[in-house]
């Protein structure tokens, strides 16, 4: 939990930093359910975003208790000091994940889920049957499970960006690390699928649009609305090499790549039936593909080596 902890407070110093605000940062380990206690005393909240998570799916596969007990654990502590404070309020950051396999695309919110690929999507699944549960059971709670797709982009000032420790696992930090020579060459997982260009298709979504979504579920929260579930993606499908080819063209640098063997717990396609969230929390799309690589592209060129000048 430390380094999830710490990276949580490196960007929350990061985001004062840039907006000038002072949202209050505290270090706490959510399994510790003392000093969960501690911040809901010295606060008065009213709603809860749960973001906190491990989320890198091979990693998951190969740690099952890390990822249950650190996942699911900590929104169990969570949830029981929230009720113990009479907080009923949640939005809680799910995933994509939760559908597994598409049956069919784009994906809505009615699609099957609970066949997940993977052990990360299971912890998302699980907490959401979790909140869902408790919804049902106890009139005064509330809960907005946003399922994203896959975030993407930074913040357009250039300072805060997302900085994987160790060689990164998703597609697009690995490819700014390309852009910007701190590695060689990208591995694309495949490229036989049944998709236009043989490599898999995903639903890339902008970081900001995706915070406005938050912002939205927020509003919408006041509505005593029970448990309620929105996908936040574009309804755009873009393949591994589109991505490449985007960045390439936002950053002027090449992206060089081979061609690697599939990668397990990889689907063919994923992308989105976004409308609801339109529809019900009044949210909309602002910025598209080419702006969320720029602003990538903004972010690692002012920080090639993250936010660890050594590393
Ligand atoms: C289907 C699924 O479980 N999707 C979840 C997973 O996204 P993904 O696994 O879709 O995200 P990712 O960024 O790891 O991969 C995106 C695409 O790029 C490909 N790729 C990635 C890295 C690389 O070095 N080379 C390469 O070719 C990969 O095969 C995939 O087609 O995790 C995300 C968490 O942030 C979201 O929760 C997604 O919902």
């Known amino acids: 939990m430390d380094n999830l902890a710490n990276a949580g407070m490196d960007s929350m110093r990061r985001v004062n930093e840039i907006t000038g605000k002072q949202v209050p940062t505290f270090s706490i380990d ?50 029981e000091v929230m009720k113990e404070f009479g907080v009923y309020n949640m939005i809680f950051s799910s995933s994509a994940a939760v559908y597994g396999s598409p049956t069919y695309l784009p994906m809505d919110e009615k699609h099957p889920v609970g066949g ?71 591995t694309v997982y495949g490229d036989n699928y049944d998709t236009p260009d043989g490599t898999e298709v995903r639903d890339y979504i ?45 950053s002027g640098k090449r992206v060089p790549y081979q061609i690697a063997g599939r990668r397990e717990g990889d689907i063919a396609s994923c992308y989105a039936d976004a409308s609801l969230a339109e529809k019900e929390l009044g949210w909309a799309l602002k910025l598209d593909l080419a702006k969320m690589c720029e602003d990538l592209w903004h972010w690692q060129s002012n920080n090639p080596t993250g936010f660890r000048p050594d590393s």
Not at 147 to 161: D, I, T, W
Not at 169 to 181: C, D, F, H, I
């Open 116 to 186: 997940c690929t993977n052990l990360y999507g299971k912890t998302k699944y699980f907490i959401e049957e979790i909140i869902k549960d408790i919804c049902t059971a106890e009139n005064q709670s509330n809960g907005v499970l946003l399922r994203y797709f896959n975030p993407v982009g930074a913040h357009v000032s250039g300072k805060l960006g997302e900085d994987p420790q160790g060689v990164p696992s998703k597609l697009m930090p690995y490819v700014s690390q390309v852009a910007v020579r701190r590695l060689k060459e990208l």
């Open 206 to 250: 902008y970081v900001v649009d995706l915070a406005q979504g938050h912002v939205a579920a927020l509003k919408y929260l006041k509505k005593d609305c029970g448990c309620k579930v929105f996908n936040l993606g574009t309804g755009k499908g873009f393949s591994v090499i589109d991505m490449a080819k985007a960045f390439e063209t936002a």
């Open 30 to 79: 959510m399994l510790d359910k003392d000093a969960l206690r501690d911040l809901f005393k010295k606060h008065k909240i009213l709603c809860v975003m749960h973001f906190a998570g491990l989320k890198t799916v091979e990693e998951s596969c190969n740690k099952p208790l890390l990822y249950y007990k650190t996942n699911i654990g900590a929104t169990i502590s969570l949830l």
